[in-house]
Structures are given as C-alpha cells and as structure tokens.
C-alpha cells in the first residue's frame, strides 16, 4: 500500500487547509487511518484517526473542535479538513493505514506511511 499525502502549504493564523491522502496498490477500506504530525526536534504525534466505514473518529486534544477527518473509501482518499489554523500547528503531516481496524493514538497501531506534507502556519 502506498499513501500519498497532499495540500499543506504556507498560511496565515486562522486560514483553513484540508489535507488529502490518496492511497493506492490496494483497498485501505478494510483499515483504520490516521493523521500524524510532527514538527521539528519534535516526536511524531497524534491528530486523527477515524474507523474503516467513517463512522467513528477520534482526535487530539489540541485539535479538537478545529480538525475533522473523513474518508471516501470509493476514492481510497482520506481528508483532514483544518480550520482556525495556529501558528502550533505547523509540522509535516503524515497519513496512516492502521494494523486492521487500527485507528488509535499510538504509531504502532499502524502499519503504512506516507510521505509527508508541510504545513505552515504564520501568525
């Protein structure tokens, strides 16, 4: 399985992105996914992680109310739609395909990565 993360970019303190994660070689519709993050110096950390239908999510605290995520399993593409964007939040964003039905907080929980996209917020 290959994950391919896009659409960060460079934007000003509370500017919107929504991040697209187009996943290919096979299916992930039978796989939890998640979002990480990770900004320089920094572990790579948690953000979101929804279950293999869309219906369950999970987020982070610090994202909470500001980040949703979402996928098209007919598209194999999951989102992460980010709104009211700090200057925190900047950090490679990374895809994930879970270890199964995987959708937690941990790194270990999941078995695929994708290159990451920069994202950049200025305040």
């Known amino acids: 399985v290959q994950l391919q993360a896009s659409g960060g970019g460079l934007v000003q303190a509370g500017d919107s992105l929504r991040l697209s994660c187009a996943t290919s070689?096979?299916?992930?519709?039978?796989?939890?996914m998640g979002w990480f993050r990770q900004a320089p110096g920094k572990t790579r950390d948690f953000v979101a992680g929804i279950s293999m239908r869309g219906l369950y999510s999970n987020y982070a605290d610090s994202v909470k109310g500001r980040f949703t995520i979402s996928r098209d399993n007919a598209l194999n593409t999951v989102y992460l739609q980010m709104n009211n964007l700090k200057p925190e939040d900047t950090a490679v964003y990374f895809c994930a395909g879970g270890r199964g039905a995987s959708f937690g907080a941990e790194p270990s929980q999941y078995n695929y990565w994708g290159r990451g996209t920069q994202v950049t917020v200025s305040s």
């Open positions: 070689g096979r299916t992930t519709s039978n796989n939890g």
